[in-house]
């Protein structure tokens, strides 16, 4: 494809609907297992409509990313989130309504209230959890958006487990199809995180490696321990 023809899809958006990511990939930028990707996205009634029969798009991945703010702590039925998904869906009017900003401004009270009951709510102030709303909206935050709401970048969580809290992460590595095909890059210059992983692997020097590259040595760090959590 021409360089200008690429830029004219860019700026049309399009590139975050293309489908680019299977569902092996997008269970790894979420930290979720592939078999609950596959299980989202394909069946008849899908949480997610896929971009395409093989593979996922952006707004696809940002949709799974929601969710997954609710998967990682609370063991909510499927057919509860399925339902609340829908609801939105329909209050939404929208293809896509986890990665909407209407979801932000408007969806997050229908969702949360089509999810959650007071017993959930009691059971997870003992655990020492965060609610689904904190979940959510912590999620929420990790997309960056652009003036107008539309989706641009995500800021991949890695990490769960009881107390964690997605608000703690750094904001070093991002997703964004428009770079890097769609990979994992860093942001301090879009480095592709797998490309620092690799050198480190190969028993480069962290120091090396941000010279090398003109990252700052938190950039590596970070990248390092990026890929070590989503591949545990």
């Known amino acids: 494809m021409a360089g200008s023809s690429l830029n004219q899809l860019y700026q049309e958006r399009e590139a975050y609907r293309l489908p680019l990511y299977s569902a092996r990939q997008v269970a790894r930028l979420t ?15 899908a949480l997610v409509q896929p971009a395409g029969a093989e593979a996922l798009s952006f707004l696809n991945l940002v949709e799974v990313h929601v969710l997954a703010a609710i998967r990682h702590q609370h063991g909510l039925p499927l057919q509860r989130v399925r339902h609340a ?12 309504p986890l990665a ?15 999810l959650e009951d007071e017993n959930l709510l009691i059971n997870a102030s003992r655990r020492g959890q965060m609610t689904i709303r904190q979940l959510v909206e912590a999620y929420l935050r990790r997309i ?31 997703v964004d199809p428009t770079i890097a ?40 760090e970070e990248a390092i321990r990026y890929e070590r959590a989503t591949l545990a």
């Open 31 to 45: 930290g979720l297992a592939a078999t609950t990707v596959t299980t989202w996205t394909r069946a008849a009634d």
């Open 181 to 220: 095909f769609g990979r994992p890059v860093l942001t301090e210059n879009y480095v592709p995180v797998d490309v620092v992983a690799n050198m480190y692997r190969a028993g480069d020097p962290v120091p090396d490696i941000a010279a090398e590259y003109g990252l700052s040595v938190q950039s590596v």
């Open 100 to 114: 909407q900003h209407e979801f932000e401004t408007d969806g997050v009270d229908l969702f949360v209230r089509a």
């Open 144 to 174: 960056e958006r652009a003036p107008d709401g539309f989706p641009l970048r995500l800021f991949p969580v890695y990490g769960s487990g009881p107390g964690f809290a997605p608000d703690g992460l750094p904001t070093l590595i991002a």
């Open 85 to 96: 998904v829908q609801f939105v869906r329909q209050e939404l009017g929208a293809d896509h």
